[in-house]
């Protein structure tokens, strides 16, 4: 293997996948409440998970599943949007991607969370095969948390879908069960 590929599969941080992007929600993007529509929260967290995803890989990426997301406070016509996304663990072809949605108080800048979610994506060729990842090498304490939860989820939810046997899962059978 030449060394510009082992140089790309060396594991990276974190951190280098940070991306952050701000936006103001404008009048066309909310519903009969004025309030942001969940599509347009979708899009913007995917957007902003995409990125992440192809900081990390440094390889074109398409969204494999949206795995979870939570609306729980809803976004008002006018308020500032920060969507933050990170990967928080690499398999082989693909990575998982957490972001965190905030919004701003107008009058005091205080940020308050709004939404979350988890994406997964994965990394494919000019053609558009899965290819390899680099690892992650987590480096802060609620990385490490996610890191370390990553792969209980995406256990979880490949016997959801059928592509896993629940007692082939390691890592949730180690949360139920004493050897």
Request: with cysteine; aromatic share 6%; net charge neutral.
């Amino acid at each position: 293997m030449d060394t510009e590929i082992l140089k790309y599969m060396e594991p990276k941080p974190a951190s280098e996948s940070l991306t952050i992007m701000t936006d103001l929600v404008l009048p066309q993007e909310t519903n009969p409440l004025n309030n942001l529509f969940g599509g347009e929260l979708l899009a913007r967290m995917d957007r902003a998970c995409s990125i992440a995803a192809r900081r990390h890989s440094r390889r074109i990426v398409v969204t494999a599943s949206v795995n979870n997301v939570a609306f729980t406070k809803s976004i008002p016509l006018g308020s500032v949007v920060t969507v933050e996304a990170k990967v928080t663990r690499a398999f082989k072809t693909s990575m998982e991607v957490i972001c965190d949605v905030w919004i701003e108080d107008r009058e005091s800048g205080e940020k308050t969370k709004a939404n979350e979610g988890i994406y997964t994506f994965v990394a494919v060729s000019e053609m558009g095969s899965p290819i390899g990842v680099p690892l992650l090498k987590p480096e802060t304490k609620l990385e490490k948390e996610r890191y370390d939860g990553a792969l209980r989820r995406k256990q979880l939810s490949l016997i959801l879908s059928g592509k896993m046997k629940p007692e082939d899962a390691t890592e949730l059978k180690a949360l139920f069960m004493k050897e």
